[in-house]
């Protein structure tokens, strides 16, 4: 029995089966596919270790993901962005190992590309981005965006920070150019500064965070500018623990008490956004709640302040021509009346309820 076996499989190695060798080459070549480099292919990954991941991608061979080429950051195992058995995704093919004439593929080529774009459109949108400080040399430091290295010229740091200061911390970036073609990268921080300083108006609730506590007060990072929220601006309550209250790293509320623009000092308050008397301690949810809404009535309060000042500038400067409309609406302002408006400082208290 077995050697007639052996001599069918000698002789006619074919006899019995249903397709021919054509027919086997023709059903490989279906699973071909353009294996040309940078051409994108979808595939599963099956299995991981410690270089990489071994991917299905319906070819002749399976082929391989680096752990280097697995993301736009640095990681030492492709599980650390997702990489797991059963994920399919698009990949792009950057070469061949000629061993086995598997495929070697990259995640992070194709995570380049999107980079890019998306500095491009942010660079269209003229918005700030926060970039953290990675390096430097003798020309300015080098920022992380969107996974991409870009480089801040001194020239464009609004603080006199060293390079050493400002490594591993986060700036305020606008985009100056982005070219991929030449691969160049440059940010402001300057720009990004103006803009951040141009919206904090007199009376208007930011985002901060709680950078360091001090006896008198704590300073509050809003957008890459610290302010300061005295402690007497924190609750109309007393407040004797600055610690009781805030902690650095907390997020909160606060709304615009002044700006000196040379001095480069802000002054914050919690206590105007109070609902109440003590909420800031009691409740302070509740004054992140109300924040805006409480603010408004301020702003409110803030315009008729100025308005009634403008009706006494009046009435000591009749030759001026100026008249003052009934919703509160004056001509050229005299010169008097600094431009930043009054101090708020001395603004009433809003009545409870």
């Known amino acids: 029995m077995f050697e007639d076996a052996y001599e069918r499989c ?20 279906k699973y071909d596919f353009d294996s040309e480099l940078g051409t994108k292919v979808k595939g599963t990954v099956f299995c991981t270790d410690g270089n990489g991941a071994l991917v299905d991608i319906t070819a002749k061979s399976s082929a391989y993901l680096p752990v280097q080429e697995a993301s736009i950051h640095k990681i030492k195992h492709v599980e650390e962005v ?4 059963g994920l399919r995704e698009e990949f792009m093919i950057i070469g061949e190992n000629e061993a086995d004439d598997s495929l070697i593929l990259s995640l992070r080529s194709i995570q380049y590309e999107l980079a890019w774009e998306r500095c491009r459109q942010l660079q269209a949108e003229d918005v700030v981005v926060k970039g953290k400080v990675v390096g430097a040399n003798k020309g300015g430091v080098v920022a992380l965006v969107e996974g991409l290295r870009g480089f801040v010229p001194f020239s464009q740091i609004s603080s006199k920070s060293t390079a050493e200061e400002l490594l591993d ?5 606008k985009f100056v150019e982005v070219d991929e073609e030449q691969s160049r990268l440059v940010f402001s921080n ?23 506590l001090k006896p008198y007060g704590a300073f509050i990072d809003i957008g890459g500018i610290n302010g300061l929220l005295h402690v007497s601006q924190i609750s109309h309550d007393r407040v004797s623990d600055i610690a009781t209250v805030l902690q650095p790293g907390d997020t909160l509320k606060v709304m615009i008490l002044s700006h000196d623009r040379e001095r480069g000092r802000v ?13 800031m301690i009691r409740n302070p949810t509740l004054v992140f709640e109300k924040a805006e809404e409480m603010a408004q009535t301020f702003r ?6 100025e308005a009634m000042a403008r009706a006494d500038m009046l009435r000591f400067q009749p030759e001026s021509g100026l008249t003052l409309s009934s919703d509160g ?3 050229p302002l005299a010169s008097d009346l600094p431009a930043e408006g009054l101090d708020l400082s001395d603004v009433p208290e809003a009545e409870e309820v």
């Open 300 to 305: 409110q309060r803030i315009a008729q302040a």
């Open 10 to 29: 000698r002789t006619a190695p074919m006899e019995g089966v249903a397709f021919t060798v054509e027919d086997f080459q023709n059903a490989l070549e």
């Open 267 to 279: 002054s914050l308050s919690t206590k105007k956004l109070e609902p109440t008397p003590g909420d």
């Open 169 to 173: 911390k986060e700036l305020p970036l």
């Open 82 to 85: 997702g990489i797991v058995p």
């Open 329 to 331: 609406i004056l001509g």
């Open 190 to 212: 300057r720009k990004a500064m103006a803009d951040s300083q141009a919206q904090l108006g007199i009376g208007s609730v930011v985002l901060g965070t709680v950078q360091s």
